[in-house]
């Protein structure tokens, strides 16, 4: 029996390697085609939503609210923000913490994303790094400067999810990070803290016109 050359061995490796890795090319451009869709909708969607006039406030800030739960990871990023202080909370501090944090991003960005109703909304790039999927963009307002936002995307189990997003190279994610951990150190540790100083936030908004 004729024993293979070791030529062979490297080239049937080879041309399993170039598979794989046009395999592997193939899988990255769609799941960056599809973050791109996935962002598109969300500024389509939010946009049509406030331009109907037809619409009470309270019910173009429900529908926004459904747009935000659709489209972002809200209670991964919300577990993320607080960090170690998550582990150390209780169950029924958890649940309250989650919902309050919701009604805050919600009041906090439904009157932020209404100012670019009319604005045009354009996809500059995408790329992967790492696990997630980096989509930039720009939003051209007529009565302003462009605004540059990066919306970072995780894609699992076959859905997209939004997990920060940056406006001028500023991190979303790490600033409520920042901002709330400040906060809980500030009152001993408390998380029930931070829940208060959330619901007087969320009231002052809504005061806002």
Same mark, same amino acid.
């Given at each position: 029996?004729?024993?293979?050359?070791? !030529?062979?061995?490297?080239?049937?490796? !080879?041309?399993?390697?170039?598979?794989?890795?046009?395999?592997?090319? =193939?899988? =990255?451009?769609?799941?960056?085609?599809?973050?791109?869709?996935?962002?598109?909708?969300?500024?389509?969607?939010?946009?049509?939503?406030?331009?109907?006039?037809?619409?009470?406030?309270?019910?173009?800030?429900?529908?926004?609210?459904?747009?935000?739960?659709?489209?972002?990871?809200?209670?991964?990023?919300?577990? %993320?923000?607080?960090?170690?202080? %998550?582990?150390?909370?209780?169950?029924?501090?958890? $649940?309250?913490?989650?919902?309050?944090?919701?009604?805050?991003?919600?009041?906090?960005?439904?009157?932020?994303?209404?100012?670019?109703?009319?604005?045009?909304?354009?996809? $500059?790039?995408?790329?992967?790094? !790492?696990?997630?999927?980096?989509?930039?963009?720009?939003?051209?307002?007529?009565?302003?400067?462009?605004?540059?936002?990066? %919306?970072?995307?995780?894609?699992?189990?076959?859905?997209?999810?939004?997990?920060?997003?940056?406006?001028?190279?500023?991190?979303?994610?790490?600033?409520?990070?920042?901002?709330? =951990?400040?906060?809980?150190?500030?009152?001993?540790?408390?998380?029930?803290?931070? $829940?208060?100083?959330?619901? #007087?936030?969320?009231?002052?908004?809504?005061?806002? #016109?």
């Amino acid at each position: 029996m004729k024993h293979q050359k070791p !030529g062979f061995y490297v080239v049937v490796v !080879g041309l399993c390697l170039l598979v794989y890795a046009h395999v592997s090319v =193939a899988h =990255a451009n769609k799941i960056s085609a599809g973050a791109e869709i996935f962002i598109k909708t969300l500024a389509t969607t939010t946009q049509n939503t406030f331009l109907n006039k037809n619409l009470a406030p309270s019910v173009h800030k429900e529908k926004f609210r459904k747009i935000m739960v659709g489209h972002f990871d809200l209670k991964g990023v919300g577990k %993320w923000v607080i960090g170690r202080y %998550w582990r150390k909370s209780s169950d029924n501090e958890r $649940i309250k913490y989650l919902h309050v944090f919701e009604n805050f991003i919600v009041e906090n960005y439904a009157k932020r994303f209404k100012n670019y109703t009319k604005a045009e909304f354009k996809i $500059i790039k995408t790329e992967i790094r !790492g696990n997630s999927i980096f989509v930039s963009s720009a939003i051209n307002a007529s009565e302003s400067d462009p605004v540059n936002i990066v %919306w970072r995307v995780n894609y699992k189990d076959g859905e997209y999810k939004i997990i920060d997003f940056l406006i001028e190279g500023v991190s979303w994610a790490r600033t409520q990070r920042s901002e709330f =951990a400040s906060v809980i150190r500030n009152n001993g540790g408390k998380v029930s803290a931070l $829940i208060i100083a959330l619901n #007087k936030k969320i009231t002052y908004l809504q005061s806002q #016109k």
